[in-house]
């Protein structure tokens, strides 16, 4: 890869995750660890639509380090359970989006979960931005059900 490639491919630490994550912008956090973050997606393609970010820098699934996928992947599990459980879903769906030809917006990494229903198609990628009291609502659902995890 030239240089030229490589410092357009470099990781951006004021993308919007990366200010999320540091608390410098608004989200409608549900779960935090030492190693990753989860929150609402703000234009979600079904209700209980869920990002779930590394802290460390990493652009997409490609440039991660391994530990790094394993915490995240892990947070992942336990966030796509609780949704599942918050919007009584028929199936989940996580999705991870590696390079805008692939179409991936923003470029930290993150692995969405997406609540799926039988003969429900998903909305559109990244197009409608949800109210912030429904963001709330359906946040404070899937909180609870992760509390209810570590019952
Ligand atoms: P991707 O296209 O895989 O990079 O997905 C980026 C996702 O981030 C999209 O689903 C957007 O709706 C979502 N998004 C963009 N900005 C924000 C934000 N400020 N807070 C929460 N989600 C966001």
Avoid: C
Wanted: glycine letters at 4%; zero cysteines; a negative charge.
């Amino acid at each position: 890869m030239s240089i030229e490639k490589a410092a357009v491919m470099s990781y951006d630490p004021e993308n919007i995750f990366a200010k999320i994550i540091r608390a410098k912008a608004p989200a409608h956090r549900v779960y935090e660890d030492d190693w990753t973050v989860a929150f609402m997606d703000l234009m979600p393609q079904a209700d209980g639509h869920t990002l779930i970010v590394p802290k460390h820098e990493a652009r997409d699934l490609l440039d991660a380090e391994p530990y790094v996928l394993g915490k995240t992947i892990q947070t992942t599990q336990k966030v796509a359970r609780a949704v599942k459980v918050a919007f009584s879903a028929d199936g989940v769906m996580v999705a991870q989006l590696s390079g805008a030809a692939a179409g991936q917006t923003v470029f930290h990494l993150h692995f969405h979960v997406l609540p799926r229903y039988d003969g429900v198609d998903l909305r559109f990628h990244g197009k409608e931005v949800a109210p912030a009291e429904v963001l709330a609502e359906h946040a404070e659902r899937v909180r609870e059900a992760l509390r209810a995890q570590s019952d």
